[in-house]
């Protein structure tokens, strides 16, 4: 379908002034009840879908892919760099605990509604729904990675991975509603955020503490450090890539699999980034990197929702129904594993999205929590990622026996 928009610096800068708009909104007094309710993200996401399926922007666009490589690693190395390592670290026990839990989930949910509408599907579904419990534990690279390993035909893949985006978009919109309720669940299972809202308290005391007002020089290294270890960190997966793909090829194409070129990039992103937070480097966070981190982010963010093809969503009517359930089997995991470590919402949050979501979207539903807990979210996908293509070839071995 021809757009009323095509050139890509055309179609970013559109994308720009919508989240300029939407966050220009939330401080113009008639807006507040609204945002009470709506969490701006939400908008950030839906609005550019919206504009692509009006034939507004395109779904595919250069500026997409460039935001994907530089925009999205500038984002989540500022982040990162202005972060108080030791501080997320603490917070991380609970969190892999329930996120494992979630990711069992995943793996029992696929062969389970496999089985309840199989005979509503084609006989190769289950191809496409290995390919989506790939995604489901780690992101897009796991799913190529199951695509391939089950030669899920392009056809049954096109469908899976409308269903993928279509619940994955879904559940992130309902987490940033959730967030606006950090403890719901601790009286039910006597969980505790306290901790949680507290080191979030305090890391933001610190900050108030020591901000300054952003000098011009501050802005250009912001950009400079930023676009630099994007280009470097890319530069550097390309290099590895290549040379140790067939390495580890030869030793296990599973292992292969899950470490892409983008994860030796995101990969070497968040070592850099580490290692320069105990570096002078992090006074920058007093003049605001993380904030500049942040509305890269959501810059990004409308990219995302631009290539959500809304029209094509009933497509596959039954198909989705299948993601539907396979997330409530999902959601029930989670749940119970909430319930073993008594964990607050963040953490199931964290152990969802860091399953569903990914390298982008579990630092958002952090910060929809608690402002400075990103990281966590970033470190847990990563955890993901890693994990993905193991327990999506254990679902993809389940949903053949179902299948078979």
């Known amino acids: 379908m021809e757009t009323t928009i095509q050139n890509p610096m055309t179609v970013f800068s559109f994308l720009a002034l919508i989240c300029a708009g939407i966050y220009w909104s939330t401080q113009q007094g008639w ?17 550019p879908a919206i504009c692509t399926n009006l034939g507004i922007i395109p779904a595919q666009s250069a500026a997409y892919e460039w935001m994907r490589d530089y925009l999205l690693p500038l984002s989540l190395f500022l982040l990162i760099m202005g972060t108080d390592v030791p501080m997320v670290l603490s917070v991380g026990k609970k969190a892999i605990v329930v996120m494992l839990f979630g990711t069992l989930g995943v793996v029992v949910g696929a062969p389970i509604s496999l089985m309840i509408f199989q005979d509503w599907l084609p006989p190769d579904i289950w191809k496409g729904m290995a390919a989506i419990s790939g995604s489901w534990i780690g992101g897009g690279a796991n799913f190529a990675a199951l695509k391939e390993s089950v030669d899920a035909p392009d056809g049954i893949a096109g469908a899976a991975i ?156 039954v198909f989705l129904l299948v993601g539907v359930v396979w997330l409530f089997i999902h959601v029930v995991f989670l749940m119970i594993g909430a319930w073993l470590m008594k964990a607050p919402l963040f953490l199931v949050a964290m152990g969802s999205e860091a399953n569903l979501g990914g390298y982008a979207s579990a630092p958002v539903v952090a910060s929809a929590f608690y402002k400075s807990m990103a990281p966590v979210g970033l470190l847990l996908a990563i955890f993901g990622g890693i994990i993905g293509t193991y327990c999506g070839l254990l679902a993809a071995f389940l949903l053949r026996m179902v299948a078979n």
């Open 31 to 47: 807006a507040k009840k609204f945002y009470s309710i709506v969490p701006p993200i939400l908008l950030v996401c839906y609005i």
């Open 162 to 317: 409308i269903v993928d985006a279509t619940i994955a978009f879904t559940w992130l919109g309902v987490w940033l509603y959730l967030a606006r309720f950090p403890n719901l669940l601790d009286r039910f299972y006597k969980s505790d955020s306290s901790a949680l809202a507290d080191l979030d308290r305090r890391f933001r005391d610190y900050k108030k503490a020591t901000q300054r007002r952003p000098e011009m020089v501050d802005f250009i290294f912001m950009v400079a450090i930023g676009l630099g270890a994007a280009v470097v960190c890319g530069a550097f997966a390309g290099t590895v890539y290549p040379i140790v793909h067939p390495i580890i090829e030869a030793k296990s194409s599973a292992l292969a699999s899950v470490f892409s070129e983008f994860t030796w990039l995101i990969l070497a992103l968040t070592t850099l980034g580490i290692a320069v937070s105990f570096t002078r480097l992090r006074n920058l966070e007093q003049a605001g990197a993380s904030n500049f981190g942040f509305a890269a982010l959501y810059l990004f963010f409308t990219s995302l929702g631009a290539q959500a093809d809304l029209a094509r969503i009933m497509d596959m009517p």
